[in-house]
T-cell receptor, first 114, second 113 residues
Framework: DADVTQTPRNRITKTGKRIMLECSQT?????MYWYRQDPGLGLRLIYY???????NKGEISDGYSVSRQAQAKFSLSLESAIPNQTALYFC?????????????FGPGTRLTVL | GDSVTQMEGPVTLSEEAFLTINCTYT??????LFWYVQYPGEGLQLLLK???ADDKGSNKGFEATYRKETTSFHLEKGSVQVSDSAVYFC????????????WGLGTSLAVNP
């Protein structure tokens, strides 16, 4: 079974709808991240969380919110989706221990906002 | 702030050709450096990394050497295969900013049989 899972894998929605993307991990990592990927723009950080009570904005948090329900779960919400939020969204995890900075990614959610 | 610059793609090669994807960085100190690979329809996965100057990371026939003199971490492979077709991302750890990863924009590689 995959260590980092994302649901749904694909979603098509309409402008103005509320959407939640979910991420779960079995790696036992404290740190979790949400990125979006757009062609030609690479990966951009939306939000990140170092533990259940520590949530931080990334470089493009406007229009998004997150919830860290447990160490293993980190959800991303679009309160009122707009077409320019059409993108590929990735969740990633990272162990907080010293000496390692590797992030582990889920398979992604492809979101289309019409 | 810290940044990563990698060569633009797409890169198109024939099978068994030599691959180089350039990556240079700007950072204070000597951050750990990474190459990640994204195969079609998948998430990113770590390909290799180097944590200090002159270290060489290697995996699956790919190599990259941490060069502090030229602030570079170029990815190389001596003989590419069709299965190497993917997007490759260079990244560094921003030690002064909660150890977040700073990403290059990615380089798409297509290998033709």
């Amino acid at each position: 079974d995959a260590d980092v899972t994302q649901t749904p894998r694909n979603r098509i929605t309409k402008t103005g709808k509320r959407i939640m993307l979910e991420c779960s991990q079995t790696k036992g990592h404290d740190r979790m991240y949400w990125y979006r990927q757009d062609p030609g723009l690479g990966l951009r950080l939306i939000y990140y969380s170092f533990d259940v009570k520590d949530i931080n904005k990334g470089e493009i948090s406007d229009g998004y919110s997150v919830s860290r329900q447990a160490q293993a779960k980190f959800s991303l919400s679009l309160e009122s989706a707009i077409p320019n939020q059409t993108a590929l969204y990735f969740c990633a995890t990272q162990w907080a221990g010293a000496g390692t900075d590797t992030q582990y990614f889920g398979p992604g959610t492809r979101l289309t906002v019409l | 702030g810290d940044s990563v610059t990698q060569m633009e793609g797409p890169v198109t090669l024939s099978e068994e050709a030599f691959l180089t994807i350039n990556c240079t960085y700007t950072a204070t100190g000597y951050p750990s450096l990474f190459w990640y690979v994204q195969y079609p329809g998948e998430g990113l996965q770590l390909l290799l990394k180097a944590t200090k100057a002159d270290d060489k990371g290697s995996n699956k026939g790919f190599e990259a050497t941490y060069r502090k003199e030229t602030t570079s971490f170029h990815l190389e492979k001596g003989s590419v295969q069709v299965s190497d077709s993917a997007v490759y991302f260079c990244a560094l750890v921003d030690a002064g900013n909660n150890r977040k990863l700073i990403w290059g924009l990615g380089t798409s590689l297509a290998v033709n049989p």
